[in-house]
Nanobody
Framework: QVRLVESGGGLVQSGGSLRLSCAAS????????MGWYRQAPGKQRELVAAITSGGTTNYADSVKGRFTISRDNAKNTVYLQMNSLKPEDTAVYYC?????WGQGTQVTVSS
């Protein structure tokens, strides 16, 4: 069993930055592909960024060049650095690994 707990969301002005963290319990974290997803009101949940156990990353086109996903296997934590935030980035952001999901953290970007 793996438990994922996100933190770092909040309210920020357009152009600002936030850093999300996802702390995982359990010994299998270092072997897991980890991802950040988001869901805006009335929209489907979408993949924002993912990172393999070896550090290979993948990003949605809408966040390329603005967001950076990283992980610290020693701390069982994955991060999402979000820069140049836009109002359309407003959503609940979820951490995912295999079939496990965090509770989500709200990110609101004001114009």
């Amino acid at each position: 069993q793996v438990r994922l707990v996100e933190s770092g969301g909040g309210l920020v002005q357009s152009g600002g930055s936030l850093r999300l963290s996802c702390a995982a319990s359990g010994d299998i974290f270092s072997f897991m592909i980890m991802g950040w997803y988001r869901q805006a009101p009335g929209k489907q949940r979408e993949l924002v960024a993912a990172i393999t156990s070896g550090g290979t990353t993948n990003y949605a086109d809408s966040v390329k060049g603005r967001f950076t996903i990283s992980r610290d296997n020693a701390k069982n934590t994955v991060y999402l650095q979000m820069n140049s935030l836009k109002p359309e980035d407003t959503a609940v952001y979820y951490c995912n690994g295999r079939s496990f999901w965090g509770q989500g953290t709200q990110v609101t970007v004001s114009s």
